[in-house]
Each structure stands twice: as C-alpha cells, then as structure tokens.
C-alpha cells in the first residue's frame, strides 16, 4: 500500500529543502518529493495542506522501554527512541524482550558501563531491567576505581556488547564521580577501535565539587582529543545547571581545537534520576547550591523536607524515581540559562524520558488513554513539543528547517559511524525511510506537567513509523506496532 501525503510544509534537513510538496511513501521509504505527484488506485492520500511535514524525532536518550511510554513519546512526534546514555545490559536480551513485547517506535541500546563495572566489582548480574538498574545506582561498591585485572575484565564485557550490536558505549560517569580518569581515557580508546560513539552523563564540574579528579566538561574534550574517539555530551542544561555559559564556552573551545564531542539538551529546568544516586547526597547538593527541598519524590509527589529526611529515603530505596529542580523556570535569568544550553551550535534535543510508573507498581499498560495517576517527569511526553514551542513558535530562535535539523537530523548523524541503518533516517529525500511526522506549526506544544505528567503533546497530526500510521488526524493508533531494532555493526 502506498500513502501519498499531499500539500504540506515539506521539510527535509539533509538537503536544506523547505517549501511545499507531494511525498509518496512505498514499502518503508519515501519513494518521490515533488509537486502534482500522481496517485494511483489503492493509494491513501492524505490533505496535510497547512500542515509541517518532516523526518520524525530521534531521541538518543529515552529510557522508556514501555509500550506506555513510547506512546507519549510518538504524541510528542518521536520515531526512533534510543537508550544511549545508560543503555543495557546484555544487549542480547534487552533487544529480544523489545522485540517479543512490540514497540510503536524504533528502538535500540548502548552497551552499559555501569552494568559491566557492577557486574565486575559488585558481582551484580545485569538483567537489562531499567528499574534494576535505578537500584544499582546507589550501590557504592561499583562507584569505585577499579584495579588493572577489573578494568581489564569489564573493558571486555563492554566490547563483547559492542560485538553483540550496541549502539556504542552509555557512561554514566557523574554516578561513580569519584573514578580514576584514567579508566574513561581507556574506555574512549576501545571504543574508537571499534567504530562507536561514547555517551556521557559527565562527572560533576569544579564549581559544584572542587575536590572532583577532574571537571566534567574538560574531561569529555580532553579524551575526546587524546583518543579521536566520538564522545556525546549528554543533557548539557542538567549537569551544568548555572555555569552553562563556563561550559559551553569550554565544549566549544574544545571543538574548534578537533575534538568530536556532540551536545545535547532538553526544554527543563529539573531532572530525574534514581534517588541513591551520588551527586544527590546532602553534601553535594549543598555544594550545587541546592537542598533537600529541590528533590520530589516521583511516585509519591513528597518534597523532601530535611537532610534527615534525605538519608533515610536514601538508604531505604535508591532505585526510587525522583525530580531534582536545578532552574527556577519561573525565573527569566534561569529561562535565559536554559535557551543558551537548546541553542548552543548542533545542540542536539534529546528527552532523557523516563517509564511512567503507577501506584499499583506497574511501569507498563497498554489503555489508551494511559490510566490516571501515572507518575514520571514531564519530558517523556512534552520535550519536542515544548522545544518546538519555545524555540520556533515563541521565541523564533529556530526556523522550522532548523528545528528539524536539531532533532531529527544532527541526531541520526551521531549514528552513522556505528550504525548503518541510521543514513536512511534524519531526512526526507527519496530512498529515505518513511519515518515522518506531520506537525500543526500553529497548535504544537506540550501539554505535560510535573504535576500531570502524561498528558499526550498536542499539533502532532499524523505520525508513520516505517511507513505505518501510529498516529492519526492526532489520535494514537493502538494496533500499531511497528517499531525496528537499530543496531550497530561492530567493525
């Protein structure tokens, strides 16, 4: 069957094309761009008169492994949503329980190093779980350095995950902040042998820990240099919080110098992460100039009222999902923080999306609408149509061509190196895949908060994943499921 989408805004952000135009899709890829294009008995043609027409969103940085959450990420015009930052652990298994289970988008994994380095000093087996993985993060027994004969072994496993398919390697640095750099400089090299990008929530910077081995936004630009290996900054706005401008400037120093270090950012001024994890601790949030009241409890709404509060929330349950306010967004100085960080030179979006989590202790459902009372942060459903608000409707800091180019194509590009597949994707010229999402430029935006969660985006009109409707005249398809495994094909 064919589809032939007729009259939109065509965007397409390889070739810099934007005006209007036909685009007929056929077999999973667009097969013409043009005016007056032809249909043909059997084909469904569609007005998008009106309407932006472009390559859907690549998020390489959702930790949505659900059904349920991949469908707020498809509202919010997502078609390829990848776990990079932390990524799985055995890539084999996280790929073949996607698979079994169905997924509206694409999908696919970075080899973890948290996992291997748990595995190989903690004895923790990974089970390529992302709440099992929330619960290591506070274990501080794989927070540690590790001697010659344990970097060697979990170095191996890491290229076994490589081998295997991974999309290149997840750091999650800035949970083990206390590490010897010398590990990070050998895991850069291996992965510059084997072809795979790096992506790194980086240690903490000096202003917040003076005593740090070394400050997070040197650190990835240095290696980056010292190894030619091609490292991914990941959410540049939360780990830098009020010294954006120190380091950007840094990152784009360093990039002017030849290092290969791609940046990425989202549209808010809290983030989410496993309670346990390091830098939460009463002592480091004092020394980002925060408290205990910027962390709230995810499923429970309960704002942390006091350090002792903090120890024993801590010590009880470290996987437990929280919120770490690092902006005032109700502050325009803070506002102006978070605009810089979104439009940073090739600043990627990427969501850092999050599993909803329901108080029955279920992270998956397959109601459409999702049940009430499901409890995440509000960037896994809200962070394209909120960067698409604030970037081209209100501030016009971005033309739609840009926008594209920030969340569809730069994204893909990251990719290519390791992952063949992604050539095809980030643009829409004939041979392309039929990834696309069609977009309302009036009414788009978010419609998520950090009080109602997973309330879908809005102006997302049709959305087709490999060719397929997942979302319709801006209603959600349930029988589709049409999401591919991406992979990386080890050198």
Known sequence: MRTLLRGGRVIDPATGFDGTADVLVSGGVVTAVGAGLTA????????????????????????VHTIAGQRLQAMDGVTTA????????PIERAYAEAAAAGRPLHYG????WGAARAQVLAGIEPDANIDSGLAVLGNPVWQRSSSPKELAAWLSLVDGELAAGALGVGVLLGYAPDTDPSEFLALARLAKEAGAP?????????EVNPETPVDGSAEIAIVAAETGAAMHHCHVNSTSGHQIERVLAALEAGRAAGSRVTVEAYPYGAGSTGIGAAFLSPERLKMKGLSPSSVIMLESGERIADEGRLLQVRAED?????ILEFLDESSPHDLGLLHQALAFP??????DALPVYWKNGTSESTEWPLPPGGATHPRTAGTY???LRLMVRESKAWTWLEAFRRCSYLPARVLDEVAPGALAKGRLNVGADADIVVIDPNAITDAATYFDPIRPSVGVRHLFVSGVPVVTDGN??????PGKPLRGEPR
């Open 40 to 63: 043909e008995p059997g084909d469904v043609e569609i007005d998008v008169t009106g309407l932006v027409v472009g390559p859907g969103f690549i998020d390489l940085h959702s930790h």
């Open 82 to 89: 990848l776990d990079l930052e932390a990524g799985l652990m």
């Open 109 to 112: 994994f970075s080899a973890s």
């Open 198 to 206: 790096t992506y790194t929530h980086v240690r903490e910077l000096v």
């Open 318 to 322: 470290p996987g437990a999902p929280c």
């Open 346 to 351: 090739d600043a990627i979006v990427a969501s």
């Open 385 to 387: 149509a909120k960067t």
């Open 476 to 481: 959600l398809r349930t029988e589709a499921f």
